[in-house]
């Protein structure tokens, strides 16, 4: 499906991904060059939801391979259905039908597609969503960019498969190591980071329709500043502010003060660190006046 | 950096491309990495977009030729000075070459005085810059001391390497002196006056201006107070990659293992025998087990606020991670991270129960009470992490022992805190440095070269 600059930042409104303008341009040229997209920034600012939301644009399957310690190219690509070539051998044992068995076993019945394999043998064009590629290992990564750069894979014994249609492929990192150069330099480079004050608010409401204004924008300005806080090592993630401002719905709060700010915060600050941070330099009362104040 | 491969024949013409590679050569001249395969994507790119919306422009850029969040202001910073208005443009070329006027007549008045004999001395390029912001009074007296040299009694050409080295001593003194305000890179030289000028500006250096060494190549100890938290977080960063980097277990993949043949045959008499389900030894590799040495003596204490830094760092990534100080002795700190409170509240403990802060350095003291106190912390799978200026008092007996605690464990790492300079001239550093395998850690950009360089899985 070919889409216009103007047509992929509609859908993206329409599917409720509010975003600049200019990762609406990278993504749009990403896909025009047929490059895969690395994006990376802080936990929880919508990387993984990116795969998620061009798999609807496109009105395709997203097809997810989670990346972590000691993942291989047999569970990436593909693994030989052994049961199931094991049944057919004793079945053709017991009805005596031994003709080209093993042309048999090794055909595209027997192949179990793992997400790489998948995304390049689809007939139509597919999300590929590599998520947290810092995870897995340096060979791992150099199959990865080798699979990327030509999207071609050889199978030994069925020959090489060529992508019928090249997939839209989001990489995402957390940068919990740095990536390698040939990597990176197959990829269109994104770097999403926490959205600006006007943002979130759009964002908000846009994901809590209904929400009230004001609500809305302190929730805003609250999370900004804790996100602000040099104190704070987790900084909330834009899941966390929907879910707590979703909490405060839940509780009948129009406004924020100290009391709900109190109860509800643990929702935004996970780790006893942080909260302890929040409670001496910050504290309720402070985080909803600096909320009240626009 | 400033004398990696610059092209000096790139074209002038004010085609698209020829803007588009005196752009790239710039942000290469700045310290991004650029290959030819992105400067290809990033010339395909802009041909996708609207040229006469700026913001298109940039965004095409951004994407196709920066690979790494933190050149993306960098990027942001040039690409706006490389594209702004034709007046502001020209301005800033000629407020450049102003600069380098002076400075090039700054250095010429240098070249003259530090003459002996109607020759000029062999200076370096650094001394000379170090002579022309000297205040006028001390050129005063050098000049002075030169003039009453060449005018003593039999005063000949053998003389000069005598004079050589003192004027050099005392420039040596005050580039010691003039550290905070003396900017000692040498001004940008691209053969483009106006990327020269860009580059000047972007990176903040300038001829005799403020020094443009940014943070991450600065010694971690001249660090300036304002620039404290952020370098923190960089560090902080940092540590944590590089302890992912050890720590990260390796599974060997399912190819290479072998066939458990009793478990395999146990779990498949279920199928009358047929090897159904095939079971493997799996050999899953331990992570390595961490220790964290961190020297805290009186010498060091100028980078305590960054070994501290390392060792909070470390300890809030990985729990399980012994951490140790020594100086005279060795201390265990490991228990005061159990509680996990912020970084000040465990430092103030840390520094207020401990008795090692600033004392003298007694690394075979250390070493020894490791391998006989905390023997079952010693294991196969142990790596140590030393951090040290490898400054310590009886050196045979420290070698002896790191050798002996680097036959116990898996390895040791040191990770060397002295300036370059004095890494490769001081004794202790060169020795221990061929005991166990040592690494530079004197800015946050050695840190960054170890985790890079992957020097420790």
């Known amino acids: 499906m070919e889409m216009t600059l103007k047509e992929l930042r509609d859908s993206f409104s329409r599917v409720g991904y509010i975003c600049d303008e200019e990762v609406v341009l990278t993504v749009y040229l990403a896909i025009k060059l047929n490059k895969p997209i690395l994006i990376e920034g802080p936990p929880g600012v919508g990387k993984t939801e990116m795969g998620k939301v061009l798999a609807e644009i496109f009105q395709t399957e997203l097809i997810r391979l989670q990346c972590y310690e000691g993942l291989d190219e047999n569970k990436a690509l593909y693994e030989w259905n052994y049961q199931r070539q094991l049944l057919k051998i004793q079945i053709s044992k017991e009805t005596g039908m031994q003709a080209d068995l093993e042309g048999d076993l090794f055909s595209p019945e027997y192949l179990l597609m793992r997400p790489l394999l998948k995304a390049i043998s689809s007939e139509k064009r597919q999300v590929l969503l590599i998520d947290e590629v810092d995870k897995c290992d340096e060979e791992f990564e150099a199959f990865l960019f080798e699979v990327l750069s030509d999207f071609t894979v050889s199978v030994p014994e069925l020959g090489t498969l060529k992508a019928k249609e090249i997939p839209i492929v989001i990489l995402t990192s957390n940068n919990e190591r740095e990536l390698s150069d040939g990597l990176k330099r197959r ?85 006893k660190a942080d909260l302890d941070a929040f409670r001496r330099h910050l504290g309720p009362g402070t985080l909803s006046e600096m909320a009240a104040s626009s | 950096m400033k004398e990696a491969h610059c092209d000096r024949s790139v074209p002038r013409e004010n085609t ?135 005018g003593g009694k039999n005063v000949e050409e053998p003389f000069r390497p005598l004079l050589e080295s003192v004027v050099k001593g005392s420039l040596s003194y005050w580039r010691k002196q003039l550290k905070e305000d003396l900017d000692l890179t040498p001004p940008p030289d691209t053969g483009d006056e106006e990327l020269d000028s860009i580059l000047a500006q972007a990176e903040g250096t300038g001829t005799g201006g403020r020094r443009g060494v940014s943070l991450l190549q600065e010694d971690m100890q001249n660090i300036p107070e304002r620039d404290l938290p952020r370098a923190r977080i960089i560090l902080g960063k940092l540590a944590q990659q590089l302890i992912n980097s050890i720590s990260r277990r390796y599974r060997q993949s399912r190819r290479h293992q072998k066939l458990d043949l009793r478990r395999t045959i ?56 012994e951490s140790f100080v020594f100086a005279e002795h060795l201390e265990i700190i490991t228990p005061h991270f159990a509680r996990r409170q912020e970084f000040d509240a465990t430092m103030v403990e840390i520094i207020n129960k401990s008795r090692q802060w600033g004392g003298g350095t007694s690394v075979a003291a250390a070493l020894q009470e490791l391998q006989e106190k905390y023997e079952v912390v010693l294991k196969g799978n142990t790596v140590v992490i030393i951090v040290s200026d490898t400054k310590t008092t009886n050196l045979e007996r420290a070698l002896e022992e790191l050798g002996r605690l680097r036959r116990r464990v898996k390895d040791v790492i040191w990770l060397n805190t002295l300036a370059e300079g004095e890494r490769e001239s001081l004794r202790t550093a060169r020795l221990i440095g061929e005991e166990v395998r040592m690494f530079p850690c004197n800015t946050l950009a050695d840190l960054e070269d170890i985790v890079r360089k992957k020097v420790l899985s």
């Open chain 2, 266 to 321: 146990r779990e498949n008499l279920q199928y009358g025998g047929t090897p159904f389900r095939l079971k493997y030894k799996s050999r899953r590799q331990q992570k390595p087990r961490l220790l964290l040495l961190c020297d805290v003596s009186g010498s060091m204490a100028r980078y305590s606020s960054f070994v501290l830094q390392f060792i909070y760092s470390i300890n809030t990534v990985v729990s399980h991670i």
């Open chain 2, 16 to 150: 698209l491309e020829a803007n588009i590679l005196r752009f790239i050569l710039l942000l290469r001249q700045a310290g991004v990495r650029v290959s030819s395969s992105e400067a290809l994507d990033a010339v395909k790119a802009l041909t996708l977009v609207d040229l006469s919306q700026p913001s298109q422009a940039r965004a095409a850029l951004r994407g196709t030729l920066v690979k790494k969040a933190a050149d993306l202001a960098l990027f942001d910073r040039v690409f706006a000075m490389f594209f702004a208005p034709e007046e502001e443009r020209l301005q800033r070329l000629g407020a450049w070459q102003e600069q380098k006027g002076l400075h090039r007549q700054k250095m010429q008045e240098a070249g003259r005085d530090l003459e002996f004999l109607g020759k000029q001395l062999s200076m370096t390029e650094q001394e000379m810059t170090v002579y022309a912001n000297m205040p006028e009074q001390e050129k005063d007296r050098l000049k002075n001391y030169m003039d009453k040299t060449a």
């Open chain 1, 187 to 271: 990829c269109v480079f994104l770097y999403l980071d926490y959205p600006e004050l006007q943002r979130e608010i759009a964002i908000i409401r846009a994901r809590i329709p209904g929400i009230e204004e004001k609500l809305t924008a302190q929730v805003a300005r609250a999370v900004k500043a804790l996100r602000e806080s040099p104190d704070i090592k987790k900084k909330p993630s834009i899941a966390e502010t929907l879910d707590w401002t979703r909490a405060l719905l839940a509780m009948n709060a129009d406004r924020l003060d100290p009391k709900v700010v109190s109860q509800t915060v643990n929702l935004l600050l996970k780790s």
